[in-house]
């Protein structure tokens, strides 16, 4: 069999990205997708591709494939997508592991299981590191991503240890660029389709809560390294470079060359107030740190929001 890769979510914003690096690398490329965030536009460009196979299925629901290497990215990634159906997100999260693990373990597949920075929740540790428990509200309402993240993991390791199964598991810290779904909520797209239209934008809190954000190139690279290098993880992939959300915003105002003004509102629950990766391991473990500055991605991510907006 030539080397087939699945990616599940493979039509959302980091799926597609995927799709086009391993298609690249000369595999044959599954990309499963249930649209619930996902978009065909994100893939239209692939669909003629003979090398590029889609299948509509949620993952939540068993599915029988032969695959080489599995990568399991589906699930709503904004806090608006997965708290408008948290129980749907709790059973991506879990049952959809609990489906791909199995078929790690059928096909004798290497499996990366997207993980997040949000296992750590509002972290009592800065920057966060892979050997902490994180702080995290099990019945708050972003509980339905975090945990259900969180069990993935899990699932993960008692996989590798119980049935020898070989996992990735990269914890994920905020990641953007050209593809992110226009109204998931997220800080980088809701600022600059707001500057782009011209309205004020919206800072939640007073805007000194920081974020890490890492250009989607870097992070697939990330990705193909721990697969490619048998690395089982956790680790991080971020960007260290730790900006305020304020910041952002007046980066973006400047850019878009906007009269957008900033008005600010309530802090949403369990928002947390710091993000930061240490990535000494990625360092030490894989070779990896970002290239891409915030400002160099931004304006990557600005021209791709112009062309639809």
Request: proline share 6%; net charge neutral.
């Amino acid at each position: 069999m030539d080397s087939v890769a699945l990616v599940t979510g493979g039509a959302g914003f980091l799926g597609s990205h995927l799709c086009d690096r391993l298609l690249k690398q000369g595999k044959e490329v599954i990309c499963l997708d249930n649209f619930y965030t996902g978009s065909k536009n994100n893939i239209r460009h692939l669909l003629a591709n003979p090398h590029f196979e889609l299948v509509r299925h949620d993952v939540w629901l068993p599915i029988y494939l032969n695959v080489s290497e599995i990568y399991n990215l589906a699930c709503p990634a904004s806090p608006i997508h997965y708290q408008n159906d948290p129980v749907g997100t709790v059973k991506t999260n879990v049952l959809g592991a609990i489906n791909m693990l199995g078929m790690a373990k059928r096909c004798n597949a290497p499996m990366l299981q997207a993980s997040t920075s949000e296992v750590y929740g509002d972290p009592a540790v800065h920057p966060q590191v892979e050997s902490y428990f994180g702080n995290v509200n099990p019945v708050g309402p972003r509980a339905c991503y975090d945990e259900g993240k969180r069990c993935a993991e899990t699932l993960c390791i008692d996989y590798a240890t119980q049935s020898s199964v070989a996992v990735r598991i990269p914890r994920i810290f905020n990641t953007y660029g050209p593809r992110m779904h226009p109204n998931d909520g997220r800080v980088v797209s809701n600022f600059i389709l707001q500057a782009l239209k011209g309205e004020d934008i919206s800072i939640y809190g007073d805007g000194s809560q920081t974020r890490s954000f890492c250009y989607v190139d870097d992070l697939l690279d990330g990705f193909i390294a721990m697969m490619d290098k048998d690395i089982q993880g956790p680790i991080n992939l971020g960007n260290p470079h730790e900006i305020t959300i304020k910041m952002l915003a007046s980066m973006i105002i400047e850019k878009t060359k906007s009269k957008s003004k900033l008005i600010f509102q309530p802090l949403p629950q369990d928002d947390p107030l710091r993000r930061k990766p240490d990535i000494s391991l990625a360092k030490e473990k894989l070779g990896w740190q970002p290239k891409i500055s915030i400002s160099e991605g931004l304006d990557a991510t600005i021209d791709y929001f112009k062309t639809i907006c």
